[in-house]
Antibody, heavy 118, light 107 residues
Framework: QVTLKESGPVLVKPTETLTLTCTVS??????????VSWIRQPPGKALEWLAH???????SYSTSLKSRLTISKDTSKSQVVLTMTNMDPVDTATYYC??????????WGQGTLVTVSS | DIQMTQSPSSLSASVGDRVTITCQAS??????LNWYQQKPGKAPKLLIY???NLETGVPSRFSGSGSGTDFTFTISSLQPEDIATYYC?????????FGQGTRLEIK
């Protein structure tokens, strides 16, 4: 059974760095053709892809947020970590991690709402 | 980056109606297009992958078509449980983009 679960702070202050962890089970982060993405959704708005990482450690970032994002993985812990620097209230959103397989997101975490406020 | 233009942004239809949503890519993406359903407070669910393939377990009233830049998602006979927001997503170069979503309501 494949599951993904996001964890991290629910509240961060402006200018702080956000660190989110996605813990996966039911598959290995070393599986070929699979990766894990981070996707966010501001309240009432559309989905926005942030970054992904694949089994060979290939990484890709959203063009608009690239300077603020870092994605990494610890295969032994089955975890993918996203850091986003210089948080702003406009970054308030539900952050999802999802498994990407052949370009499709077939499994998603439940999402975690992160609010940016002083 | 490839832009996805999804329309309409909202749609009201009656149970039993045929519903169609379109997505247009800013450049040729072959068939690298997926469709998702998202219900309030829930994560999106994959319905259609590679433009026209039905994900396992998804009812056959859902279908997709298209290639290149123009894509269509259809519900052949709308059911009450289909009320949700639907998103297209492209992965042509693994730099992912989503459409802006279509909110589907019952008339």
């Amino acid at each position: 059974q494949v599951t993904l679960k996001e964890s991290g702070p629910v509240l961060v202050k402006p200018t702080e760095t956000l660190t989110l962890t996605c813990t996966v089970s039911g598959f290995s982060l070393s599986n070929a053709r699979m990766g894990v993405s981070w996707i966010r959704q501001p309240p009432g708005k559309a989905l926005e892809w942030l970054a992904h990482i694949f089994s060979n450690d290939e990484k890709s970032y959203s063009t608009s947020l690239k300077s603020r994002l870092t994605i990494s993985k610890d295969t032994s812990k089955s975890q993918v970590v996203l850091t986003m620097t210089n948080m702003d209230p406009v970054d308030t959103a539900t952050y999802y991690c999802a498994r990407i397989y052949s370009g499709s997101y077939d499994y998603w975490g439940q999402g975690t709402l992160v609010t940016v406020s002083s | 980056d490839i832009q996805m233009t999804q329309s309409p942004s909202s749609l009201s239809a009656s149970v039993g109606d045929r519903v169609t949503i379109t997505c247009q890519a800013s450049q040729d993406i072959s068939n690298y297009l997926n469709w998702y359903q998202q219900k309030p407070g829930k994560a999106p669910k994959l319905l259609i992958y590679d433009a026209s393939n039905l994900e396992t377990g998804v009812p056959s009233r859902f279908s997709g078509s298209g290639s290149g830049t123009d894509f269509t998602f259809t519900i052949s006979s709308l059911q009450p449980e289909d009320i949700a927001t639907y998103y297209c997503q492209q992965y042509d170069n693994l730099r992912i983009t989503f459409g802006q979503g279509t909110r589907l309501e019952i008339k």
